[in-house]
């Protein structure tokens, strides 16, 4: 394969990949625990999207994430000390523990925020995208969703604005083949959600969602195209999650084995790892002494969220447009 990447650049990549993995991981364990209050969606097996795609961004481009929207988060360079004391609605939590795992957001690095409205990302971004247009700053903005979010009406509504307005808007459908419990062979009615591209004048890729490479790759091009006035581009990447929809969900129906099948056979940090080995200067102790850094700091991520102190009364008029 030809790797048109710096081994700083792969070992960014895995590093990244590395966090969001061992982040959901944290999460899921300390989740049964009891500690973490309300709903968590992991992302764990998707790394290769959200690392693949938000590489091509630089830090004053805008993002807007799902319900299931940590991986995003740790990709677009949200700090993971403030995400997951966020995730245990504590005080110094990115959103100051008021927003918890599904809407943690973070403006100073373009991170719009998480959404637990099914199709709420694709009109933020078509604001963001049509801000950068209209100062000419060569800004992009883009948007995670789901499979179930590719049939609400707004994305649909999304998808022509952005074009009609020609707005350099980047849309990625995360197809991880259920909407919760719904398998999108129920639900979409073709067999690629990039397909619907075409109804709307742009242009539209599928890619396997386990290979970092074909995601960075498609990614840079709608990226550059948005950046070059090209206006949007829809991707699609075909993925599997490890994990439920939410943390005890029961997973019944998924197939026997279908979980076990998927981390032994399409991990894509395995994957990746594989890669890096085989076909780059990048040694099995490079890699290893990533492991040890990222382990450390999710480690030390969770022993400092679970001392933190938790909001108090007075915190209740903060935060918000009105001051009483």
């Not at 995003?72 to 008021?98: F, L, N, P, Q, W």
């Not at 690095?109 to 247009?133: F, Q």
């Not at 849309?171 to 398998?183: D, H, I, L, M, R």
């Not at 279908?258 to 040694?283: G, H, M, P, Q």
Request: hydrophobic residues 40%; contains cysteine.
């Amino acid at each position: 394969m030809s790797i048109d990447l710096s081994v700083e650049d792969l070992l960014d990549a895995y590093r990244t990949m590395k966090t969001i993995r061992e982040f959901e991981e944290r999460v899921h364990v300390e989740f049964a625990k009891g500690g973490i209050p309300g709903f968590v969606h992991l992302y764990a097996g998707e790394e290769a999207s959200a690392t693949g795609v938000c590489m091509n961004l630089r830090e004053t481009d805008y993002i807007a994430s799902n319900h299931r929207g940590h991986g995003h988060c740790i990709a677009k360079g949200v700090e993971v000390d403030g995400m997951m004391a966020e995730i245990y609605g504590k005080r110094s939590g990115t959103c100051h523990g008021k927003g918890g795992s599904m809407h943690i957001a973070d403006l100073d690095v373009g991170m719009m925020g998480a959404n637990g409205i099914v199709g709420g990302g694709p009109p933020l971004v078509c604001g963001a995208g049509l801000t950068a247009k209209m100062k000419g700053n060569g800004g992009v903005a883009l948007a995670f969703f789901g499979d179930g979010a590719s049939n609400q009406g707004t994305t649909f509504e999304s998808l022509n604005l952005a074009t009609v307005w020609k707005l350099p808007v980047v849309f990625v459908a995360e197809n991880n083949g259920y909407a919760e419990a719904t398998a999108a062979s129920w639900s979409v009615s073709c067999e690629d959600i990039s397909t619907r591209a075409q109804g709307f004048g742009m242009p539209g890729v599928t890619v396997d969602g386990h290979d970092f490479f074909a995601v960075h790759k498609a990614t840079k091009e709608a990226v550059e195209r948005a950046r070059n006035g090209g206006g949007p581009t829809l991707i699609e990447c075909k993925l599997d999650r490890f994990f439920g929809h939410f943390e005890g969900d029961n997973q019944n129906y998924r197939a026997k084995d279908e979980v076990k099948d998927i981390r032994e056979n399409k991990d894509c940090i395995k994957r990746f790892s594989k890669t890096l080995l085989s076909d780059t200067a990048i040694t099995t102790d490079d890699l290893a002494a990533i492991d040890k850094e990222v382990q450390a700091l999710i480690d030390n991520a969770t022993a400092k969220a679970i001392a933190d102190q938790e909001p108090g009364a007075a915190d209740l008029l903060t935060d918000v447009y009105i001051k009483y």
